[in-house]
């Protein structure tokens, strides 16, 4: 990769290492610049019909990079990141991102996200994705700290979230 941004060190204590996890415009700069090298993630792109692709390119103490593969009209639960925020960057095709807040916030916020675009988000963040184009889709995204757990949600229809559970990412 060009440039990854090294861990911030300057709140010793705050994680076992001393480092702090990056912010969610720190998550965004390394998402952008890594979607930026190609030549660091095209040749490892898959889609699968069958099920969502995903495969972590680097790890470090402070955060994880993946690349995910977006089969036409696939996406992913309702889920938070387990504590970690996080940015995406679309590097092809589209998705459909649907976010919920925590706590007083309970509107749901679509957006489309299109190639060249990126989104930045809060360990708080709560959301589903899906690819809603008959065409793939491929995305960068870095968590911090490094993805470890995702929890996932079922909406009740007066707005609030129940959790369905939990799993550990590989």
């Known amino acids: 990769m060009t440039q990854l941004i090294d861990c911030i060190q300057d709140d010793p204590g705050s994680r076992p290492d001393g480092s702090r996890p990056l912010s969610p415009n720190a998550l965004l700069e390394v998402a952008l610049d890594l979607a930026r090298d190609a030549s660091t993630w095209r040749a490892l792109a898959r889609h699968d019909p069958a099920e969502r692709w995903f495969v972590r390119l680097a790890f ?4 994880d990079t993946w690349l995910i593969g977006w089969h036409a009209r ?3 639960d309702l889920h ?5 925020a996080g940015a995406l960057y679309v590097v ?6 649907t976010a919920m807040g925590f ?5 749901l916020v679509e957006q489309r996200l299109t190639a060249g675009t990126a989104r930045a988000f809060a360990p708080s963040h709560v959301h589903w994705i899906v690819n809603p184009t ?3 889709a491929t995305s960068v995204h ?4 490094p993805l470890s757990r995702m929890g996932f949600y079922e909406l009740e229809t007066d707005m609030t979230l129940r959790p369905r559970g ?5």
């Not at 939990?166 to 590989?170: E, H, L, R, W």
């Open 142 to 145: 870095v968590y911090s700290p």
């Open 92 to 97: 092809e095709g589209e998705l459909l991102e």
């Open 134 to 136: 008959p065409r793939v």
């Open 60 to 63: 470090n103490d402070c955060f």
């Open 74 to 76: 696939q996406g992913v």
């Open 166 to 170: 939990s799993s550990p990412v590989p």
């Open 103 to 107: 706590g007083g916030d309970s509107r």
């Open 80 to 84: 938070d990141h387990g504590g970690s």
